[in-house]
């Protein structure tokens, strides 16, 4: 029983961190250009 | 035949220019290419032409390569930062892929005092941060322009920004919904697991108790203004897919929640579900939406800033456009656009007023003459007196027309709001039904209300959302292939309500510059290659439009230096070769000349019929040849309007030139109705009228004249080389100048129009088909959950079928 609850309390904390960090990169305007990693993946510096 | 190493246009032997690189001799169309490609080389970023990909090939335009631009247009823009930091925001025009983008920001960065500089993929916009202390603006602008592109101010109109935020805000409310339902998926999983495998009560309890906290964000924050709608939409009973899709998710959790307090099975996973797939659906619905702005005001950008104020006895003075008012005096140079509209008092020229008529077959101008403010001044300079401020002249209203016809047009009703719209009285009157019957069979009232509740909850098709916004993302993605433009979501279902098409003719079903269309030697012992030397040798010294065609025709033929050249406006040009005098023009200006026009070998009457113009050639006193000259219909027209008229019963031509020229482009392409001589407000009249009579219209054009009727149809279609003003007011724009693009944009939206209704057929028919089990009262969640995946599963592969459609 105490396991399952540990278990969900573990990916309660996961799960937030990483939705934080979905609202982090939408806010910096990381999805605004969605072409252009495409491309500067690919150049050399 | 050479090509230019930098922009790939062919060159003819006598004009290339050579220059020395790595010791090779590198071929170059003008000394524009040749500079652009010593400062790509000299930066060491030759990789450029080894990773771009041009679809067409420009040169990057000539003349105006190096027109010096304003910088006071941009210096508003900038910001300061901290220190001696400035930031500013530029779009950069001409980039054509990839390799541009690179090459700007390259170029840029290598420049010393650029802190940094980013330019954006998609919307080509630049964000550069810099070092005033050790740059200037205009060394960054001049940098920008020193290597082929043109620098604009950027300035986001607030339409934009609006439409910018609401993205962002779609995006965390779709991000939201995701994250929380795919915690919701582990913990549902292990529910049904449970409901079939007598899971112990308290771990149910915990686990229904942990989805209850997980989904209430998600119907609550991310279903927001699903719920907002249908509470305004419920006022005027107005059923749409916001309705249908609250009225599923909230009776799914409230149900669930009831069930949970009298442990029943749960249902939280269908509720998120639903507002979790629409998000979806709206998420792809906004990121298609085209980049292209409806940003009308750049119509003005026509119109110069700047005008040359005459004074007596003074110089000229530089005033801007908008303190002229009527009765200025005001002089413009062969070259420039003039400033508004005015009465001609001294001098004479020739316009083009192809921004009225789409004509740019000049206009002879002299005193008395009204010039078009917008049109281009061509061979004379002109002094004339102003007649309307810019804010009357007839390009402003031409811009009027146009915001009046956007604010008519409706936005129409998709085929899946329709659906919905009767969908949802039908799916609450079996709710209902369903409860009745439940209470008369088993007097149980708690009872009977659940299961009417759970027809409720098992009929509200989720991939509904998905439908619509899925085939069209993949319909604009292959029309995007085939050089088809789409501008927004809804547009092709427009298309395939079109009954009636009207075509502009210049630019559009024809070439739109006059050709050489024939050479009909007088004197025998001319041929024609002669006879296209001298012409061209003369015209050479003209901007006219003729004179360009001539030029063109004689490229690679070594031309004659010919003295004292006169351009005569109007009429044609004179000089002297050898001491003889060669002219070239109309009858009249033979006539003026001395030239004997009789016994002519032809009858002309017959080629002036067919909408040509005749060109003379003389030498000394006698006529050498005459050169027809026409604009030719473009070949891939006849075809096109061959396989429209299969499937559109009306095809209407409007044009602003003539006639007689007209009458035989529409006999050519066996089209009755056609109209010449056409105002633009004319023009969008025409459409409005037949579009009253229950008509819907696709209007195809390319020049600013066509830009109130284009807004006007119910569809507008822009061609390639069409103005930016046309490109703008279209709803599609052509990427390639082939109207058999037409025909094939049709057959797509049909397609595209038959998947959208299977999608809606498919998204709904499983959920209907469960519902006799809800109305028993069997209802299970799984069953609920096996109908959302199948549908999901039928729309997406469906919707994909699109890619196959057509050549």
């Known amino acids: ?45 | 035949m050479i090509r230019c190493e930098h922009c790939q246009l062919p060159v003819f032997e006598n004009e290339v220019i050579y220059a020395e690189f790595a010791d090779k001799r590198v071929p170059f169309c003008c000394h524009g290419c040749k500079g652009v490609y010593e400062i790509i080389n000299t930066e060491g970023l030759t990789s450029f032409y080894e990773q771009r990909q041009w679809d067409d090939n420009t040169k990057p335009k000539g003349k105006e390569l190096f027109k010096p631009v304003q910088i006071n247009h941009f210096e508003e823009f900038v910001k300061d930062g901290d220190g001696n930091v400035k930031t500013i925001n530029i779009y950069i025009d001409n980039i054509r892929c990839a390799a541009c983008v690179w090459l700007n920001e390259k170029i840029l960065l290598k420049t010393k005092g650029i802190i940094s500089a980013r330019v954006n993929y998609a919307s080509h916009n630049a964000f550069i941060v810099w070092d005033s202390n050790v740059i200037t603006l205009k060394e960054i602008i001049d940098k920008i322009v020193s290597i082929g592109y043109q620098p604009k101010p950027y300035q986001e109109s607030e339409a934009f920004k609006i439409q910018k935020k609401e993205e962002r805000d779609l995006l965390i409310r779709f991000g939201t919904a995701v994250f929380l339902s795919s915690q919701l998926m582990v913990y549902t999983i292990a529910l049904y697991a449970g409901y079939f495998q007598d899971i112990d009560v308290d771990t149910k309890i915990v686990l229904e108790i942990i989805a209850l906290i997980l989904t209430t964000p998600v119907i609550f924050y991310s279903g927001l203004p699903f719920i907002k709608n249908t509470i305004n939409g419920l006022r005027h009973l107005h059923f749409n897919m916001d309705t249908l899709i609250t009225v599923g998710s909230l009776s799914a959790y409230f149900f669930s929640i009831y069930q949970l307090s009298t442990g029943g099975k749960v249902y939280f996973d269908t509720s998120a579900m639903i507002v979790t797939l629409i998000l979806l659906g709206r998420y792809i619905e906004a990121t298609a939406k085209s980049k292209a702005t409806e940003d009308i005001n750049r119509l003005y950008e026509l119109l110069p800033t700047e005008a040359r104020l005459v004074t007596a006895g003074q110089d000229d003075t530089i005033i801007p456009v908008k303190s002229l008012s009527r009765g200025h005096r005001i002089r413009v140079l062969p070259g420039e656009r003039i400033p508004t509209d005015a009465i001609v008092v001294i001098g004479e020229t020739e316009t083009d007023e192809s921004m009225i008529t789409g004509e740019s077959k000049p206009i002879y101008k002299t005193c008395g003459s009204l010039i078009i403010g917008g049109s281009i001044n061509l061979n004379g300079s002109i002094v004339a007196d102003v007649l309307n401020s810019f804010d009357k002249t007839m390009l402003s209203d031409i811009i009027r027309f146009v915001k009046e016809a956007q604010s008519r047009k409706p936005n129409i009703q998709n085929l899946a709001d329709k659906v919905v719209g009767f969908l949802v009285p039908i799916i609450l009157t079996l709710a209902t039904l369903t409860g009745i019957l439940q209470l008369l069979y088993s007097k149980d009232f708690t009872y009977s209300l659940m299961t009417a509740i759970s027809v409720v909850v098992i009929a509200c098709p989720c991939s509904l959302g998905l439908a619509t916004p899925l085939a069209i993302l993949i319909a604009t993605t292959k029309a995007t292939q085939k050089g088809l433009l789409i501008k927004g979501g809804n547009i092709i279902e427009k298309v395939r309500a079109i009954d009636s098409i009207v075509f502009d003719k210049t630019g559009t079903l024809t070439k739109g510059s006059p050709m050489i269309k024939d050479i009909i030697l007088v004197d025998q012992t001319f041929n024609r290659q002669s006879v296209l030397q001298l012409s061209a040798s003369l015209e050479r010294h003209s901007e006219h439009c003729i004179a360009k065609a001539i030029c063109e025709s004689s490229r690679g033929i070594d031309l004659l230096e010919i003295l004292s050249v006169e351009i005569k406006p109007g009429r044609g040009i004179r000089g002297l070769l050898n001491d003889e005098i060669i002219a070239i023009g109309n009858r009249q200006f033979m006539l003026e000349n001395g030239i004997k026009l009789d016994n002519l070998p032809i009858h002309n009457s017959q080629f002036e019929k067919e909408g040509n113009s005749l060109i003379f050639l003389s030498k000394g006193a006698s006529l050498i040849a005459i050169l027809v000259i026409s604009d030719i219909l473009k070949e891939e027209s006849v075809e096109a309007i061959k396989e429209l008229k299969k499937s559109i019963g009306h095809i209407h031509i409007l044009s602003g030139d003539n006639t007689v020229t007209t009458n035989v482009i529409a006999s050519k392409l066996g089209i009755s109705s056609f109209l010449a001589e056409m105002m633009p407000q004319q023009k969008q009249e025409f459409i409005r009228n037949i579009q009253s009579n229950n008509h819907k219209v696709m209007m195809i054009g390319d020049g600013i004249n066509d830009a109130p009727s284009l807004k006007e149809a119910y569809v507008g279609v822009s061609m390639a080389k069409g103005t930016t003003v046309a490109m703008e007011s279209a709803d599609i724009v052509l990427t390639r100048d082939d109207l058999r693009l037409i025909p094939m944009l049709l057959s797509l939206s049909y397609k595209t129009y038959r998947i959208i209704r299977q999608n809606i057929f498919m998204s709904f028919i499983y959920n209907i088909l469960a519902v006799p089990i809800a109305m028993i009262g069997l209802l299970h969640p799984i069953i609920a959950a096996t109908a959302m995946a199948i549908s999901s599963i039928c729309v997406v592969t469906n919707s994909l079928r699109i890619r196959k459609c057509g050549r």
Not at chain 1, 7 to 29: D, N, R
């Open chain 1, 1 to 45: 029983m105490w396991t399952i609850v540990f278990l969900i309390i573990l990916t309660i904390v996961i799960g937030l961190g990483a939705y934080f960090l979905f609202l982090w990169s939408v806010k910096s305007g990381q999805y605004d250009d969605v072409e252009g990693p495409k491309y500067r993946m690919m150049d050399d510096d």
